[in-house]
């Protein structure tokens, strides 16, 4: 599948990475079942990019044991697509295996991440991306999508300030080892609008006003929205989020998780950004969220106080 018909420069596109990225660490998870109706009343609602799950050993990670039960049912929704993480060779040929529409592969922009996530170098990393390429062009004819997510790109807990240079070295090395689409995360929430900026104008420098680019920010110091703000000011036009801002990562002791899906599709509209996604039907999906796990809890502020009365009335 062609990048860029998949993410078009003149459209937002709001990926939910809750079944995914908010699943990762929670004490408790929602069903199959709780899953699909998850995923279809967002579909409902506008929704069309969902990160559905891990290719994992699902004796370590059962969350993700249905997760080709979720692709199939993604698959069968008009438009939808459906993207899963791949964190090596195994991983790749089991999604070879399905119809996912896009492969995540992480490489770390610090030293110390990439050993404590993967145990392998960031050198490393980009030559398995490079070997991944290779492996999902001789595997499938319709070719899934492959990203590159940069994790730890404005901070990193274990080093702490990331030189933004190797961020850019990184993701230049990622698009010639093969990636179609880079992911820029900032994976336990130390950055700033002004970060975010200068990292997207020179990406764009490097990489050129074609290259696929989305942001994914955690929100763990407050600053998602500002950061989401500053990407679309600048051009990004393609966000990650998760319905009530669940997910967190192991390196982040206390992170609240993802910017929170619905508050984001709130932002696009203040900014005269389309979306085509309902709000009304986001926060009805949340529901059924918080029904399915009740001793998570999950963030927000467009669902503590709703929706402005001059828009609920527009």
């Not at 991440?113 to 404590?116: I, L, N, T």
């Not at 764009?204 to 074609?210: E, H, I, K, S, V």
């Given at each position: 599948?062609?990048?860029?018909?998949?993410?078009?420069v003149?459209?937002?596109?709001?990926?939910?990475?809750?079944?995914?990225?908010?699943l990762?660490?929670?004490?408790?998870?929602?069903?199959?079942?709780?899953?699909?109706?998850?995923?279809?009343?967002?579909?409902?609602?506008?929704?069309r990019?969902?990160?559905?799950?891990?290719?994992?050993?699902?004796?370590?990670?059962?969350?993700?044991?249905?997760l080709?039960?979720?692709?199939?049912?993604?698959?069968?929704?008009?438009?939808?697509?459906?993207?899963?993480?791949?964190?090596?060779?195994?991983?790749?040929?089991?999604?070879?295996?399905?119809?996912?529409?896009?492969?995540?592969?992480?490489?770390?922009a610090?030293?110390s991440?990439?050993?404590?996530n993967?145990?392998?170098?960031?050198?490393?990393a980009?030559e398995?991306?490079?070997?991944?390429?290779?492996?999902?062009?001789?595997?499938?004819?319709?070719?899934?999508?492959?990203?590159?997510?940069?994790?730890?790109?404005?901070?990193c807990?274990?080093?702490?300030?990331?030189?933004?240079?190797?961020?850019?070295?990184?993701?230049?090395?990622?698009?010639?080892?093969?990636?179609?689409?880079?992911?820029?995360a900032?994976?336990?929430?130390?950055?700033?609008?002004?970060?975010v900026?200068?990292?997207?104008?020179?990406l764009?420098?490097?990489?050129?006003?074609?290259q696929p680019?989305a942001?994914?920010?955690?929100?763990?110091?407050?600053?998602?929205?500002?950061?989401?703000?500053?990407?679309?000011?600048?051009?990004?036009?393609?966000?990650?989020?998760?319905?009530?801002?669940?997910?967190?990562?192991?390196?982040a002791?206390?992170?609240?998780g993802?910017?929170v899906?619905?508050?984001?599709?709130?932002?696009?509209?203040t900014?005269?950004?389309q979306?085509?996604i309902?709000?009304?039907?986001?926060?009805?999906?949340?529901?059924?969220?918080?029904?399915?796990?009740?001793?998570?809890?999950?963030?927000?502020?467009?669902?503590?106080?709703?929706?402005?009365?001059?828009?609920?009335?527009?």
């Open positions: 599948m062609d990048a860029r018909r998949l993410f078009p003149d459209q937002v596109v709001l990926r939910e990475v809750g079944l995914r990225d908010g990762q660490l929670t004490r408790h998870y929602p069903t199959t079942q709780q899953k699909l109706d998850w995923l279809s009343r967002e579909y409902r609602a506008g929704v990019h969902f990160e559905v799950g891990s290719f994992l050993p699902s004796t370590r990670f059962p969350q993700f044991a249905d080709r039960v979720l692709i199939d049912a993604t698959s069968r929704l008009d438009g939808a697509y459906s993207t899963a993480l791949t964190l090596n060779e195994r991983g790749v040929a089991d999604a070879l295996e399905t119809q996912v529409d896009e492969m995540i592969f992480v490489v770390s610090t030293e991440h990439s050993m404590a993967t145990r392998r170098s960031r050198a490393e980009i398995m991306l490079a070997r991944i390429d290779a492996q999902r062009r001789a595997g499938r004819s319709d070719l899934p999508v492959l990203t590159a997510g940069i994790a730890m790109s404005f901070g807990s274990l080093e702490g300030e990331v030189n933004p240079r190797d961020v850019i070295d990184i993701s230049e090395r990622a698009i010639k080892a093969g990636a179609d689409v880079l992911a820029i900032d994976t336990v929430g130390f950055g700033g609008p002004a970060q900026a200068w990292m997207v104008r020179e764009r420098r490097a990489l050129g006003d074609d680019i942001m994914h920010f955690h929100d763990t110091r407050g600053l998602a929205l500002a950061n989401c703000a500053a990407a679309l000011d600048n051009g990004i036009r393609v966000l990650d989020g998760c319905l009530g801002g669940l997910g967190g990562c192991p390196f002791p206390g992170a609240t993802n910017t899906f619905e508050d984001m599709v709130f932002l696009c509209k900014m005269g950004l979306t085509n309902d709000i009304d039907g986001l926060l009805a999906a949340r529901k059924v969220v918080a029904a399915s796990m009740p001793d998570e809890p999950l963030h927000g502020a467009l669902a503590r106080a709703g929706l402005p009365k001059v828009l609920e009335d527009a």
